[in-house]
T-cell receptor, first 115, second 114 residues
Protein backbone atom coordinates (compact mmCIF):
# COMPACT_ATOMS: atom_id res chain seq x y z
CA UNK A 1 0.00 0.00 0.00
CA UNK A 2 1.07 3.53 -0.62
CA UNK A 3 1.17 6.23 2.01
CA UNK A 4 1.88 9.95 1.94
CA UNK A 5 2.77 11.91 5.06
CA UNK A 6 2.64 15.67 5.36
CA UNK A 7 3.66 16.63 8.88
CA UNK A 8 3.06 20.38 8.66
CA UNK A 9 -0.62 21.20 9.13
CA UNK A 10 0.06 24.90 8.65
CA UNK A 11 2.89 27.15 7.56
CA UNK A 12 3.45 30.90 7.44
CA UNK A 13 5.80 32.64 5.05
CA UNK A 14 6.45 36.28 4.30
CA UNK A 15 5.86 37.59 0.84
CA UNK A 16 8.90 37.24 -1.45
CA UNK A 17 10.48 34.62 0.80
CA UNK A 18 10.98 30.95 -0.09
CA UNK A 19 9.16 28.17 1.71
CA UNK A 20 9.54 24.38 1.81
CA UNK A 21 6.57 22.09 2.29
CA UNK A 22 7.48 18.61 3.48
CA UNK A 23 6.28 15.34 2.04
CA UNK A 24 7.44 11.81 2.75
CA UNK A 25 6.07 8.73 1.11
CA UNK A 26 6.06 4.99 1.45
CA UNK A 27 5.67 2.50 -1.35
CA UNK A 28 7.04 -0.83 -2.46
CA UNK A 29 6.46 -0.07 -6.14
CA UNK A 30 9.66 0.55 -8.11
CA UNK A 31 8.02 2.91 -10.57
CA UNK A 32 5.81 5.71 -9.35
CA UNK A 33 5.07 9.38 -9.68
CA UNK A 34 4.88 12.14 -7.12
CA UNK A 35 2.65 15.17 -7.52
CA UNK A 36 1.93 18.41 -5.79
CA UNK A 37 -1.42 20.12 -6.03
CA UNK A 38 -2.63 23.48 -4.78
CA UNK A 39 -6.18 23.88 -3.52
CA UNK A 40 -7.41 27.44 -3.00
CA UNK A 41 -10.54 28.08 -0.97
CA UNK A 42 -12.59 27.71 -4.15
CA UNK A 43 -11.92 23.98 -3.99
CA UNK A 44 -10.33 23.27 -7.34
CA UNK A 45 -7.18 21.14 -7.24
CA UNK A 46 -4.51 22.81 -9.35
CA UNK A 47 -1.63 20.68 -10.61
CA UNK A 48 1.75 22.22 -9.79
CA UNK A 49 4.57 19.80 -10.42
CA UNK A 50 5.41 16.15 -11.12
CA UNK A 51 8.43 13.97 -10.34
CA UNK A 52 8.91 10.48 -11.70
CA UNK A 53 10.71 7.92 -9.57
CA UNK A 54 13.34 7.36 -12.25
CA UNK A 55 13.90 11.01 -13.04
CA UNK A 56 17.51 11.91 -12.41
CA UNK A 57 16.93 15.60 -11.96
CA UNK A 58 14.62 17.42 -9.60
CA UNK A 59 11.53 18.79 -11.31
CA UNK A 60 11.03 22.53 -11.66
CA UNK A 61 8.06 24.55 -12.89
CA UNK A 62 8.50 28.29 -12.66
CA UNK A 63 8.62 29.23 -8.97
CA UNK A 64 7.98 25.63 -7.92
CA UNK A 65 10.67 23.02 -7.52
CA UNK A 66 10.57 19.56 -6.08
CA UNK A 67 13.41 18.44 -3.82
CA UNK A 68 13.36 14.69 -4.52
CA UNK A 69 15.44 12.48 -2.25
CA UNK A 70 14.62 8.94 -3.26
CA UNK A 71 16.67 7.16 -0.60
CA UNK A 72 14.93 9.17 2.10
CA UNK A 73 11.56 8.82 0.34
CA UNK A 74 10.92 12.52 0.48
CA UNK A 75 9.51 14.88 -2.12
CA UNK A 76 9.46 18.36 -0.65
CA UNK A 77 7.94 21.27 -2.55
CA UNK A 78 9.90 24.51 -2.62
CA UNK A 79 8.08 27.71 -3.53
CA UNK A 80 10.40 30.59 -4.25
CA UNK A 81 9.49 34.28 -4.02
CA UNK A 82 6.14 33.63 -2.32
CA UNK A 83 3.16 35.70 -3.39
CA UNK A 84 -0.08 36.47 -1.58
CA UNK A 85 -1.89 34.33 -4.13
CA UNK A 86 0.09 31.30 -2.99
CA UNK A 87 -2.03 31.15 0.18
CA UNK A 88 -3.86 27.83 -0.11
CA UNK A 89 -3.83 24.17 0.88
CA UNK A 90 -1.06 22.12 -0.70
CA UNK A 91 -1.35 18.39 -1.20
CA UNK A 92 1.35 15.90 -1.97
CA UNK A 93 0.16 12.81 -3.85
CA UNK A 94 1.54 9.73 -5.48
CA UNK A 95 0.49 6.96 -7.81
CA UNK A 96 2.23 3.93 -9.15
CA UNK A 97 3.07 3.57 -12.81
CA UNK A 98 0.68 1.63 -14.94
CA UNK A 99 -2.86 1.97 -16.03
CA UNK A 100 -4.45 2.41 -12.61
CA UNK A 101 -4.92 6.10 -12.04
CA UNK A 102 -5.55 6.12 -8.32
CA UNK A 103 -3.84 8.96 -6.51
CA UNK A 104 -3.01 8.65 -2.83
CA UNK A 105 -3.01 12.01 -1.08
CA UNK A 106 -1.45 13.36 2.06
CA UNK A 107 -3.43 15.36 4.59
CA UNK A 108 -2.22 18.66 3.20
CA UNK A 109 -0.42 21.76 4.46
CA UNK A 110 -2.17 25.10 4.72
CA UNK A 111 0.19 27.85 3.60
CA UNK A 112 -0.46 31.43 4.58
CA UNK A 113 1.58 34.15 2.89
CA UNK A 114 1.86 37.35 4.91
CA UNK A 115 2.93 40.89 4.03
CA UNK B 1 -7.88 23.36 -24.39
CA UNK B 2 -10.80 23.58 -22.06
CA UNK B 3 -10.23 22.14 -18.62
CA UNK B 4 -12.22 19.56 -16.71
CA UNK B 5 -15.76 20.70 -16.07
CA UNK B 6 -18.14 19.49 -13.39
CA UNK B 7 -21.82 20.12 -12.96
CA UNK B 8 -23.52 21.13 -10.86
CA UNK B 9 -21.13 23.13 -8.73
CA UNK B 10 -23.36 23.11 -5.66
CA UNK B 11 -26.10 20.77 -4.58
CA UNK B 12 -28.34 20.45 -1.55
CA UNK B 13 -30.21 17.21 -0.97
CA UNK B 14 -31.99 15.51 1.90
CA UNK B 15 -31.28 12.13 3.43
CA UNK B 16 -32.59 9.22 1.41
CA UNK B 17 -32.53 11.04 -1.90
CA UNK B 18 -30.18 10.20 -4.72
CA UNK B 19 -27.89 12.47 -6.69
CA UNK B 20 -26.06 12.41 -10.00
CA UNK B 21 -22.90 14.40 -10.64
CA UNK B 22 -21.40 14.97 -14.06
CA UNK B 23 -17.83 15.38 -15.26
CA UNK B 24 -16.50 16.26 -18.70
CA UNK B 25 -12.79 15.52 -19.10
CA UNK B 26 -10.19 17.41 -21.06
CA UNK B 27 -10.50 16.71 -24.76
CA UNK B 28 -8.52 13.60 -25.65
CA UNK B 29 -8.42 12.26 -22.10
CA UNK B 30 -9.99 8.85 -21.74
CA UNK B 31 -9.60 8.28 -18.02
CA UNK B 32 -11.88 9.87 -15.45
CA UNK B 33 -11.37 9.41 -11.72
CA UNK B 34 -13.60 10.52 -8.88
CA UNK B 35 -12.53 11.56 -5.39
CA UNK B 36 -14.41 12.51 -2.26
CA UNK B 37 -12.98 15.18 0.02
CA UNK B 38 -14.20 15.65 3.58
CA UNK B 39 -12.63 17.43 6.56
CA UNK B 40 -12.47 14.19 8.51
CA UNK B 41 -11.31 11.69 5.90
CA UNK B 42 -9.39 13.94 3.54
CA UNK B 43 -9.18 13.01 -0.13
CA UNK B 44 -10.34 9.51 -0.91
CA UNK B 45 -10.43 7.72 -4.24
CA UNK B 46 -13.85 6.55 -5.35
CA UNK B 47 -13.35 4.95 -8.76
CA UNK B 48 -11.81 5.34 -12.18
CA UNK B 49 -13.31 4.82 -15.59
CA UNK B 50 -11.43 4.27 -18.81
CA UNK B 51 -13.05 3.61 -22.17
CA UNK B 52 -16.45 3.14 -20.54
CA UNK B 53 -15.15 0.49 -18.11
CA UNK B 54 -14.52 0.78 -14.41
CA UNK B 55 -10.82 0.11 -14.07
CA UNK B 56 -10.24 0.76 -10.39
CA UNK B 57 -12.41 1.13 -7.32
CA UNK B 58 -11.91 2.52 -3.83
CA UNK B 59 -13.44 1.38 -0.56
CA UNK B 60 -16.87 2.90 -0.77
CA UNK B 61 -20.26 1.22 -0.35
CA UNK B 62 -22.31 0.16 -3.32
CA UNK B 63 -24.46 3.28 -2.98
CA UNK B 64 -21.70 5.02 -4.90
CA UNK B 65 -21.64 4.13 -8.55
CA UNK B 66 -20.53 5.64 -11.79
CA UNK B 67 -20.41 5.24 -15.49
CA UNK B 68 -18.62 6.63 -18.49
CA UNK B 69 -19.99 7.39 -21.90
CA UNK B 70 -18.42 6.91 -25.31
CA UNK B 71 -17.35 10.58 -25.37
CA UNK B 72 -15.46 9.99 -22.06
CA UNK B 73 -17.90 12.09 -20.04
CA UNK B 74 -18.60 10.47 -16.70
CA UNK B 75 -21.38 10.52 -14.17
CA UNK B 76 -21.30 9.57 -10.55
CA UNK B 77 -24.42 8.53 -8.67
CA UNK B 78 -25.01 8.30 -4.96
CA UNK B 79 -28.22 6.61 -3.87
CA UNK B 80 -29.93 6.76 -0.48
CA UNK B 81 -27.93 9.76 0.64
CA UNK B 82 -26.61 9.93 4.19
CA UNK B 83 -25.48 12.96 6.16
CA UNK B 84 -21.90 11.69 5.90
CA UNK B 85 -22.02 11.96 2.13
CA UNK B 86 -21.74 15.73 2.45
CA UNK B 87 -18.45 16.48 0.75
CA UNK B 88 -16.61 18.05 -2.12
CA UNK B 89 -16.62 15.61 -5.03
CA UNK B 90 -13.72 16.07 -7.39
CA UNK B 91 -13.35 14.63 -10.82
CA UNK B 92 -9.97 14.25 -12.51
CA UNK B 93 -9.06 13.37 -16.06
CA UNK B 94 -5.92 11.96 -17.59
CA UNK B 95 -4.83 10.28 -20.78
CA UNK B 96 -5.14 6.96 -19.03
CA UNK B 97 -2.42 5.20 -20.95
CA UNK B 98 0.50 3.36 -19.33
CA UNK B 99 3.10 5.22 -17.33
CA UNK B 100 2.40 7.82 -14.69
CA UNK B 101 0.07 10.34 -16.19
CA UNK B 102 -0.86 13.61 -14.60
CA UNK B 103 -4.42 13.97 -13.42
CA UNK B 104 -6.11 17.30 -13.94
CA UNK B 105 -8.96 18.16 -11.66
CA UNK B 106 -12.22 19.97 -12.17
CA UNK B 107 -13.63 22.63 -9.83
CA UNK B 108 -15.61 20.07 -7.85
CA UNK B 109 -19.22 19.67 -6.81
CA UNK B 110 -20.07 20.63 -3.25
CA UNK B 111 -22.81 18.34 -1.97
CA UNK B 112 -24.67 19.12 1.22
CA UNK B 113 -27.00 16.47 2.62
CA UNK B 114 -29.56 17.69 5.15
Amino acid sequence: AQKITQTQPGMFVQEKEAVTLDCTYDTSDPSYGLFWYKQPSSGEMIFLIYQGSYDQQNATEGRYSLNFQKARKSANLVISASQLGDSAMYFCAMRKAGTASKLTFGTGTRLQVTL
Amino acid sequence: KAGVTQTPRYLIKTRGQQVTLSCSPISGHRSVSWYQQTPGQGLQFLFEYFSETQRNKGNFPGRFSGRQFSNSRSEMNVSTLELGDSALYLCASSLGTSGVGTQYFGPGTRLLVL
